[in-house]
């Protein structure tokens, strides 16, 4: 199933236009192993023992982690920034692939699923806004870009120098087909060590200087990860699917694109801690409605929500002898 919907609106303040790229060092994006010590003083004095803050809510804030959202809505999400913009609140640091080449995508998505941090595609036009909306100190790219506002740290085809200047282990460079890209990906194990390529080609990009390093980063923690939503036999964008794993999301690949049409379907959006995402077109205009529909309606006997359309009854029938057909009656 190889992994495109309308980008979720989401509230963002209004940027006051470019931002001019900063340089490195800074406080937390270090060139070398020095280290800013941060002792009692104003930063005891602002929020006790630690850097972190604490919200609204009494909850602390650690600006060393990826933060996902908790809001549960159904989002249309037809693309990796679409889904990235829905899953999660901030994060220090983002992978940032330059387009949608496999050879690009391939190694910028396992590195992002990998490490746990958000997944943006595209040019420095289409990436802009969501890297301020997460508050981004620094990028780790794949192909040719140029970023404003934050700091890049460009990757290597030395998976030990990768590893240093990304400060995440990466063990295994692992060539692949394009055309299997999807299911390597669903295979990937968050926090591990695998580096897909197409092929032995280098990895896409200018070579790292050796000396830029990304900040600390802590993975996303807590039950807020999304849920996303395919429909059988549809494509789905291999963006799409790729920025959702990263966000830690459970794929669930449906009968029809409706998600209250089956008991499984009824109890994954019902359960989820984040955002439902929706990873196609199949699911319409309404489906931030049919998600509240799923979760608010009494279900009646096979599951589905009473009223909801017996859209689950038509699915396409197969031809007799294929495996998975069902015959018509």
Same mark, same amino acid.
């Given at each position: 199933?190889?992994? =495109?919907?309308?980008?979720?609106? =989401?509230?963002?303040?209004?940027?006051?236009?470019?931002?001019?790229?900063?340089?490195?060092?800074?406080?937390?994006?270090?060139?070398?192993?020095?280290?800013?010590?941060?002792?009692?003083?104003?930063?005891?004095?602002?929020?006790?023992?630690?850097?972190?803050?604490a919200?609204?809510?009494?909850?602390?804030?650690?600006?060393?982690?990826?933060?996902?959202?908790?809001?549960?809505?159904? +989002?249309? !999400?037809?693309?990796?920034?679409a889904?990235?913009?829905?899953?999660f609140? #901030?994060?220090?640091?983002?992978?940032?692939?330059?387009?949608?080449d496999?050879?690009?995508?391939?190694?910028?998505? #396992?590195?992002?699923?990998?490490?746990?941090?958000?997944?943006?595609?595209?040019?420095?036009?289409?990436?802009?806004?969501?890297?301020? #909306?997460?508050?981004?100190?620094?990028?780790?790219?794949? &192909?040719e870009?140029?970023?404003?506002? +934050?700091?890049?740290?460009?990757? #290597?085809?030395?998976?030990?120098?990768?590893?240093?200047?990304?400060?995440?282990?990466?063990?295994?460079?692992?060539?692949?087909?394009?055309?299997?890209?999807?299911a390597?990906?669903?295979?990937l194990?968050?926090?591990?060590?695998?580096?897909?390529?197409?092929?032995?080609? $280098?990895?896409?990009?200018?070579?790292?200087? &050796?000396?830029?390093?990304?900040?600390?980063?802590?993975?996303?923690?807590?039950? /807020?990860?999304?849920?996303?939503?395919?429909? !059988?036999?549809?494509?789905?964008?291999? &963006?799409?699917?790729?920025?959702?794993? !990263?966000?830690?999301?459970?794929?669930?690949?449906?009968?029809?694109?409706?998600?209250?049409?089956? /008991?499984? =379907?009824?109890?994954?959006?019902t359960?989820?801690?984040?955002?439902?995402?929706?990873?196609?077109?199949?699911?319409g205009?309404?489906?931030?409605?049919?998600?509240?529909?799923?979760?608010?309606?009494?279900?009646?006997?096979?599951?589905? $929500?009473?009223?909801?359309?017996?859209?689950?009854?038509?699915? $396409?029938?197969?031809?007799?002898?294929?495996?998975?057909?069902? =015959?018509?009656?």
């Amino acid at each position: 199933m190889n992994p =495109s919907i309308r980008r979720p609106q =989401s509230a963002r303040p209004d940027s006051p236009g470019p931002v001019p790229r900063r340089t490195l060092p800074r406080r937390r994006l270090l060139q070398s192993a020095i280290a800013l010590p941060l002792a009692g003083g104003v930063l005891a004095a602002c929020d006790g023992d630690s850097e972190s803050s604490a919200g609204d809510g009494g909850e602390e804030h650690n600006p060393d982690a990826v933060q996902r959202s908790t809001e549960t809505a159904g +989002v249309l !999400a037809p693309d990796a920034n679409a889904v990235t913009a829905a899953s999660f609140t #901030s994060s220090p640091v983002a992978v940032v692939a330059a387009n949608e080449d496999a050879a690009v995508l391939a190694p910028a998505a #396992s590195a992002a699923i990998a490490m746990g941090v958000p997944l943006l595609v595209g040019d420095a036009s289409a990436v802009a806004e969501t890297l301020a #909306s997460l508050a981004a100190e620094a990028a780790l790219t794949f &192909g040719e870009i140029e970023l404003d506002g +934050v700091d890049v740290v460009r990757v #290597s085809s030395d998976p030990d120098k990768l590893s240093e200047s990304a400060r995440h282990g990466f063990t295994e460079r692992r060539p692949i087909a394009a055309e299997d890209l999807p299911a390597e990906l669903r295979g990937l194990e968050p926090g591990g060590g695998v580096l897909l390529t197409i092929g032995e080609d $280098p990895l896409p990009g200018e070579e790292l200087d &050796g000396e830029r390093r990304l900040p600390d980063v802590e993975p996303a923690a807590g039950d /807020a990860a999304p849920v996303a939503l395919a429909a !059988a036999g549809a494509e789905v964008p291999v &963006g799409a699917l790729a920025a959702a794993l !990263a966000a830690g999301a459970t794929v669930t690949e449906l009968p029809h694109p409706d998600p209250r049409v089956s /008991a499984e =379907s009824v109890e994954a959006v019902t359960a989820a801690g984040g955002p439902v995402l929706a990873l196609g077109p199949e699911f319409g205009e309404q489906f931030a409605e049919r998600v509240e529909m799923a979760r608010t309606q009494p279900q009646v006997p096979g599951g589905r $929500p009473a009223g909801a359309a017996r859209q689950a009854d038509h699915r $396409p029938v197969r031809a007799p002898g294929v495996p998975g057909a069902r =015959s018509a009656r």
